[in-house]
């Protein structure tokens, strides 16, 4: 009788449990947490954008200085188990949001499909939708001309 294959880890570790490989490997490489978000001060609403933090590879969709992202872009938000669910803007598809609420991750996740560019040819990513970057903004008013409708 053949065994049962043991199921991932990330469906039976918490986030907190995870190491640090573990934790690195959940980011689907989707590029979204780089792109500017703006806040309604009315309403609240996240207004998402398609404009990408200076460090922002828009040909990986990855970060170009990850270890010092934090020391070079002041407002970059690093994600830990105690923080994701709390960020509001997280999008709906992030592997960390997804484990946090105990749901699988989606069939193109390249964990789970094996493919490190499945993210991107099931459209999920960033990849071809910058339009700018927010050293290339003038003024805060500029974000206004890359608003996207909803999440990203």
């Not at 709906?92 to 609420?101: H, K, P, Q, S, W």
Request: glycine fraction near 8%; include cysteine.
């Amino acid at each position: 009788m053949a065994k049962d294959a043991p199921r991932p880890f990330w469906e039976t570790k918490t986030l907190t449990e995870m190491t640090a490989r573990e934790w690195e490997s959940l980011c689907d490489g989707c590029g979204k947490c780089c792109m500017s978000k703006l806040i309604d001060e009315d309403t609240d609403e996240i207004l998402y954008t398609t404009v990408a933090c200076r460090l922002f590879d828009a040909a990986s969709c990855r970060c170009t200085d990850y270890e010092n992202r934090q020391a070079k872009v002041a407002d970059c938000v690093r994600l830990t188990p105690d923080n994701v669910g709390e960020i509001v803007w997280l999008p709906g598809t992030c592997a960390y949001r997804l484990v946090a609420e105990g749901r699988p991750l989606y069939d193109w996740h390249p964990l789970v499909s094996g493919d490190p560019m499945s993210v991107h040819e099931a459209g999920i990513s960033v990849f071809g939708r910058v339009t700018a970057r927010e050293q290339d903004m003038a003024h805060d008013g500029e974000y206004l001309d890359h608003l996207v409708g909803g999440e990203l």
